[in-house]
């Protein structure tokens, strides 16, 4: 019996792990591949170039790397505080008040949800052409700052994590609602706006139509648009396949080491509905 | 849900603070979402008339249309083409994906299997790469050049499965979006499972159920909610799906510019610069998903937003 639970559901588990892993060490070991090795070489044997690659990826373009891997950052970094903000104040007042229009509101961002980006995007496109802000920084920042699903989590976690009473007390001391919000409620739903900010920090990262569409000048690329353009290129020059595999590895590492350092803040307990207070 | 009982016993009843507090993101609401979504269905009825050469201040000017724009999109063989291409995709994608993410959870939550902290972490970690990144990747694992299955098999004299062929991209792409994300979906059912009372399977094995009965008729009917969930998400993401057959395309001649009806709008606005047509694409695929998603949440009698209101 106990052979029969831990062997092969041990083995099917470890396979899956292994599945997912594969593309990770593949790029690790390709990285160390100059452009002769990479197609010339066993799959998974080592190379000599590791350094000179990423030389290369450093040197191309002045540097122009860095830069997308900088932008980035601050495209998912900012975007995503700014987004955890908003969705925790108007989830907030959305569970802990009761006014007119409140369904209203939530039954829009729900459906806000729904609508594809590209249904999006192209307007979204037009509208910042209008008011001239495509290719910059912002045409990017705004759309990605209120989320939906965000604001819908941040909602389901005031709900549970903020007790009313602790809120009637306050007022009744005198407090005032945005002191109430600012050092009570808040402070409560740390561990939930933590879990938006995750969220929002990947599908931000992860976000390559919005970009793809607003941006001109590669210097404001992301740092995944950036790697997809040289893609393009090694149609004709096989020497950047190189450079993108190095430069995949490198855009990686970052959000690997976040994840796992950050992985146990994830309340995906939210999404299934099975928050406890 | 848990409580979202009216104030207003006792202290001063808050009048105007919650609409301060959700002015900020109504305001950034009807901006980014509202207003762009208006002004597509309204471009959505309009045509450019050219007059004469095209040429020239005023020969070029904005018509209605009706719905005439819907009509052509409707009859247009490529969308159509597309339409179905995604829905073979899907077809591979969901269940094996959700398949993988409901096994791998029900291990989970068996106390004997061993390794479980460091499969969870492995399998959930794809999710934190970005598609783009993991296109890129598995790419170059299908490219017959530098693929290490191709070179297995022909180590082992066995012909090569070439998955950038017309037949195997559908393979391809699924397998980028399964290895995205079945850790994520594995993750959401996992945590529901945790949350059902332990008790259950206790009186369940009294009752002489083995592990697997109690997966099958105790474990997965509960889990019914959150399944739901998860295929709602999936669906929605395999309709989107835009980054992957991008990434793709230029490591193979099999994936055309308009593979799937996202992609179409792409090219119909920024290739052929004609947004009317991809406004009228845009609105009908967003019909669609709403369709599919109030159609799936409706099927289950919202049991997954049951404890809502």
């Not at chain 2, 269940?95 to 993988?100: D, E, Q």
């Not at chain 2, 845009?282 to 404890?307: D, E, H, K, W």
């Amino acid at each position: 019996m106990r052979a029969r639970l831990g062997g092969l559901p041990t083995f099917v588990l470890l396979l899956g792990a292994a599945y997912c892993l594969f593309p990770v060490a593949w790029v690790v070991v390709a990285a160390t591949k100059s452009t002769g090795e990479l197609f010339a070489t066993t799959t998974l044997s080592v190379g000599s170039s590791l350094a000179a690659n990423l030389g290369e990826l450093h040197g191309y373009r002045d540097g122009v790397f860095w830069q997308w891997m900088a932008n980035s950052a601050l495209y998912a970094g900012v975007g995503a505080l700014l987004s955890a903000a908003l969705s925790g104040v108007t989830g907030y007042a959305l569970a802990k008040y009761s006014f007119r229009g409140r369904g209203l509101i939530f039954n829009a961002l729900i459906a806000g949800v729904l609508v594809p980006a590209v249904v999006l995007a192209i307007p979204q496109y037009l509208l910042m052409s209008k008011i001239g802000l495509t290719d910059t920084y912002l045409s990017v920042l705004l759309p990605s700052v209120v989320s939906p699903y965000g604001i819908y989590l941040a909602r389901v976690y005031a709900a549970a994590a903020v007790p009313e009473d602790v809120v009637e007390a306050a007022r009744t001391d005198g407090a005032g609602e945005a002191r109430i919000l600012g050092s009570i409620a808040l402070p409560m739903m740390v561990p939930g706006l933590v879990t938006v900010f995750l969220f929002q920090f990947v599908s931000i990262w992860n976000n390559f139509m919005l970009p793809y569409i607003m941006l001109g000048d590669d210097g404001k690329f992301p740092v995944t648009l950036g790697l997809y353009t040289m893609l393009k290129q090694g149609n004709t020059t096989p020497a950047l396949y190189t450079l993108v595999v190095t430069g995949s590895l490198v855009s990686v590492l970052p959000l690997i080491a976040l994840f796992l350092t950050l992985q146990r803040y994830w309340r995906i307990d939210l999404l299934s509905g099975a928050v406890k207070a | 849900m848990a409580s979202t009982r009216a104030p207003g016993r006792g202290g001063a009843a808050p009048k105007l603070a919650p609409y301060a507090f959700v002015a900020p993101a109504v305001v950034l609401f009807l901006l980014v979402f509202a207003l762009p979504i208006a002004y597509t269905v309204y471009l959505s009825l309009f045509r450019t008339e050219v007059k004469g050469l095209g040429l020239g201040r005023g020969s070029r000017s904005e018509v209605f249309v009706g719905l005439d724009n819907y009509a052509r999109a409707l009859t247009d063989p490529e969308l159509g083409a597309g339409a179905l291409r995604v829905f073979g995709y899907g077809a591979i994608l969901v269940p094996a994906m959700l398949g993988l993410a409901l096994v791998f959870a029900l291990l989970l939550d068996e106390d004997r299997v061993r390794a479980r902290g460091f499969s969870r972490i492995a399998i959930f970690l794809p999710y934190a790469i970005p598609g783009v990144i993991a296109s890129l990747l598995w790419g170059f694992l299908y490219l017959p050049g530098t693929s290490p299955v191709n070179q297995l098999l022909r180590e082992l004299s066995l012909p090569g499965v070439d998955l950038l062929s017309p037949t195997g991209i559908y393979f391809a792409l699924a397998n980028i979006a399964v290895w995205g994300g079945v850790g994520y979906n594995m993750v959401v059912l996992y945590t529901a499972l945790r949350a059902i009372p332990r008790d259950l399977y206790e009186a369940a094995r009294i009752d002489g159920c083995t592990p697997w009965q109690v997966a099958v008729r105790i474990k997965i009917p509960l889990l019914a909610p959150a399944l739901v969930l998860t295929s709602l998400f999936s669906v929605i993401a395999t309709l989107q799906v835009f980054a992957e057959p991008t990434t793709l395309a230029p490591l193979t001649n099999s994936l055309s510019l308009t593979w799937t009806p996202l992609m179409k709008v792409y090219q119909d606005a920024f290739g052929r610069g004609d947004l009317y047509s991809a406004a009228a694409t845009s609105v009908l695929i967003a019909l669609v998903m709403f369709v599919i998603s109030f159609g799936l949440l409706r099927v289950t009698r919202s049991r997954a937003f049951g404890g809502e209101r």
